[in-house]
């Protein structure tokens, strides 16, 4: 059984820095694209980004871009989101997921965390 | 950016009752739909992905449906534990977007 196990959300000042870790078990981690996807209180879904399996090849929304990065390690089967400059509207629930076709990067995600909370405040 | 609309925003059923979710794209994106469900403090579920597959463990009254920019969510007879919030997101091109959510309520 696959499960995603966030971390690292907290209270943070807005224009502060914070890192996410997502923790991967069974599946091979290093197979699998992973995404990161927030979900802010009462709101919708909002895709942020990608990392491809070998860390080759990323992608994030535009609310985001220039401001979060992704990277991850695959000797420890994890996934990280590093956030910096936040705004107000950062303020969210924080889910990992994976895409579901090893390999490949098809946005298909099939397997998610509980997610990690973040709060920024002014 | 692809942008997905959902309709109606909420919806009211019973219990036994087919439903049809809609979701637009903004431009074509041939068959890269998936639906997803999200129930109360819950992580969302892939429900339908390449517009109509469903994904493993997903019974068979959930249906999907549509091609280019206009798909559609059924499901067939609705059950107690149907009633949550359902996404569609493109997957294709990045980045990657979702629509706004379709609630459906007693």
Known sequence: ?122 | EIVLTQSPATLSVSPGQRVTLSCRASQSIRSNLAWYQQKPGQAPRLLIFAGSTRATGIPARFGGDGSGTEFTLTISSLQSEDFAVYYCQQCHSWPYTFGQGTKLEI
């Open chain 1, 1 to 122: 059984e696959v499960q995603l196990v966030e971390s690292g959300g907290a209270v943070v000042q807005r224009g502060g820095s914070l890192s996410l870790s997502c923790a991967a078990s069974g599946l091979t981690f290093d197979e699998y694209t992973m995404h990161w996807v927030r979900q802010a209180p009462g709101k919708g879904l909002e895709w942020i980004s990608l990392i491809s399996w070998n860390g080759g090849s990323t992608d994030f929304a535009d609310s985001v871009k220039g401001r979060f990065t992704i990277s991850r390690d695959n000797s420890r089967n994890s996934l990280y989101l590093h956030m910096s400059s936040l705004k107000i509207e950062d303020t969210a629930r924080y889910f990992c997921a994976t895409d579901m076709t090893p390999l490949m990067i098809r946005g298909r995600l099939d397997n998610w965390g509980q997610g990690t909370v973040v709060t920024v405040g002014s």
